[in-house]
């Protein structure tokens, strides 16, 4: 069954079109991640399926029911936000039991979706603390710990990571990817980062300007980018993007390389200027220029490597990507 289908969304703030003709399916059980730039509409787009924005036109469907006008708490859903949300007043029992409460649960089935969910999180020595007494990634646990005891048909986290700091961001996603897998609940979760969206989702929908751009896994997205926007918002470092004429002399298109599929090459086509050597351990990323195009090398490995000269730079033909005026690729 379908977890959530969205058909010809609209929405427009007076004049402003923010979300235009959004189409999308999600499959019981499906992890989701819309991603895109800051300002492009995922958080309306998340609110819409919440019922805390009405839809201009088209229409929303939760487990199959059209929920167009159905109020936020009778959607089945439960809604976990970048700022915790948490009251401050309240000890963390009490703020996971409070929807429950609300909804007029018995003391013994809400205890058993407590214990359960604080256990799941780890949460249980901090049960009597207020929100005050915790850091910023236990808030965050128990923000997702009242989502959880709702039991809801459908999450949806909305940057639920971006005030953690980078350590505790990794840990909190690779938690959050663990609670899919425990509950096999069906998940929308927004972001603007794409490492996020690469190593969360089933299914990534990129969203510009209130438009879907492209539905896929991530590595048919990785992959098989239908335009340069796809192709150079995921992957990190992002894709290297070049007048195709720079290799292939007369042709007017755009052609793209990943960093890691240039390889060092004295007579390569790339002959880069480096600015920076970045040795990360693992890797090492060499940037630099070409004229005035930026260039990212991404070389496995370790090596002695430094700024100041020239370095040739190839790659394989297949591994190159081309794109029309229009930023369309071209296969
Ligand atoms: P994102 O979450 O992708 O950063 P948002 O959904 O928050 O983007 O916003 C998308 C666009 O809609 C922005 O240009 C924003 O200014 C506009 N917008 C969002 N909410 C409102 C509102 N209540 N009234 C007017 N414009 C809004
Ligand atoms: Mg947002």
Same mark, same amino acid.
């Given at each position: 069954?379908?977890?959530?289908?969205?058909?010809?969304?609209?929405?427009?703030?007076?004049?402003?079109?923010?979300?235009?003709?959004?189409?999308?399916?999600?499959?019981?059980?499906?992890?989701? !991640?819309?991603?895109?730039?800051?300002?492009?509409?995922?958080?309306?787009?998340?609110? !819409?399926?919440?019922?805390?924005?009405?839809?201009?036109?088209?229409?929303?469907?939760?487990?199959?029911?059209?929920?167009?006008?159905?109020?936020?708490?009778?959607?089945?859903?439960?809604?976990?936000?970048?700022?915790?949300?948490?009251?401050?007043?309240?000890?963390?029992?009490?703020?996971?039991?409070?929807?429950?409460?609300?909804?007029?649960?018995?003391?013994? !089935?809400?205890?058993?979706?407590?214990?359960?969910?604080?256990?799941?999180?780890?949460?249980?020595?901090?049960?009597?603390?207020?929100?005050?007494?915790?850091?910023?990634?236990?808030?965050?646990?128990?923000?997702?710990?009242?989502?959880?005891?709702?039991?809801?048909?459908?999450?949806?986290?909305?940057?639920?990571?971006?005030?953690?700091?980078?350590?505790?961001?990794?840990?909190?996603?690779?938690?959050?990817?663990?609670?899919?897998?425990?509950?096999?609940?069906?998940? !929308?979760?927004?972001?603007?980062?794409?490492?996020?969206?690469?190593?969360?989702?089933?299914?990534?929908?990129?969203?510009?300007?209130?438009?879907?751009?492209?539905?896929?896994?991530?590595?048919?997205?990785?992959?098989?980018?239908?335009?340069?926007?796809?192709?150079?918002?995921?992957?990190?470092?992002?894709?290297?993007?070049?007048?195709?004429?720079?290799?292939?002399?007369?042709?007017?298109?755009?052609?793209?390389?990943?960093?890691?599929?240039?390889?060092?090459?004295?007579?390569?086509?790339?002959?880069?200027?480096?600015?920076?050597?970045?040795?990360?351990?693992?890797?090492?990323?060499?940037?630099?220029?070409?004229?005035?195009?930026?260039?990212?090398?991404?070389?496995?490995?370790?090596?002695?490597?430094?700024?100041?000269?020239?370095?040739?730079?190839?790659?394989?033909?297949?591994?190159?990507?081309?794109?029309?005026?229009?930023?369309?690729?071209?296969?």
């Amino acid at each position: 069954m379908t977890a959530l289908t969205l058909t010809n969304v609209c929405k427009s703030f007076d004049k402003t079109e923010v979300l235009k003709d959004i189409n999308i399916e999600i499959e019981e059980g499906e992890f989701v !991640v819309f991603v895109g730039p800051s300002g492009c509409g995922k958080s309306t787009l998340l609110r !819409v399926i919440a019922g805390l924005e009405d839809a201009t036109s088209g229409e929303v469907r939760i487990g199959g029911e059209v929920v167009n006008h159905v109020p936020p708490s009778k959607r089945g859903i439960a809604m976990v936000f970048q700022s915790y949300a948490l009251y401050p007043h309240l000890n963390v029992r009490k703020n996971m039991s409070l929807a429950l409460k609300q909804e007029k649960r018995s003391q013994e !089935v809400i205890d058993a979706r407590v214990a359960e969910a604080s256990r799941m999180l780890d949460l249980d020595a901090y049960l009597d603390r207020l929100p005050s007494e915790l850091s910023g990634g236990q808030r965050q646990r128990v923000a997702i710990g009242r989502a959880i005891v709702r039991n809801p048909k459908l999450f949806l986290f909305d940057e639920p990571l971006s005030n953690l700091d980078a350590a505790l961001r990794m840990n909190t996603r690779v938690e959050i990817a663990a609670l899919h897998d425990q509950l096999g609940a069906s998940m !929308v979760y927004v972001t603007h980062d794409q490492t996020e969206a690469m190593t969360l989702a089933d299914k990534i929908v990129v969203l510009r300007d209130g438009r879907v751009e492209q539905v896929g896994s991530p590595m048919e997205l990785y992959n098989d980018p239908v335009n340069k926007f796809v192709a150079g918002f995921l992957g990190s470092p992002a894709m290297n993007f070049m007048p195709a004429d720079l290799v292939n002399a007369g042709d007017k298109r755009t052609l793209g390389v990943r960093p890691e599929d240039l390889f060092l090459a004295d007579d390569g086509p790339l002959q880069v200027d480096v600015t920076h050597v970045e040795k990360l351990g693992g890797d090492t990323n060499v940037i630099g220029k070409v004229g005035e195009l930026q260039i990212t090398a991404r070389l496995f490995g370790q090596h002695d490597l430094k700024a100041g000269g020239t370095l040739g730079f190839g790659f394989d033909g297949a591994a190159a990507y081309y794109f029309d005026e229009g930023g369309n690729r071209v296969r």
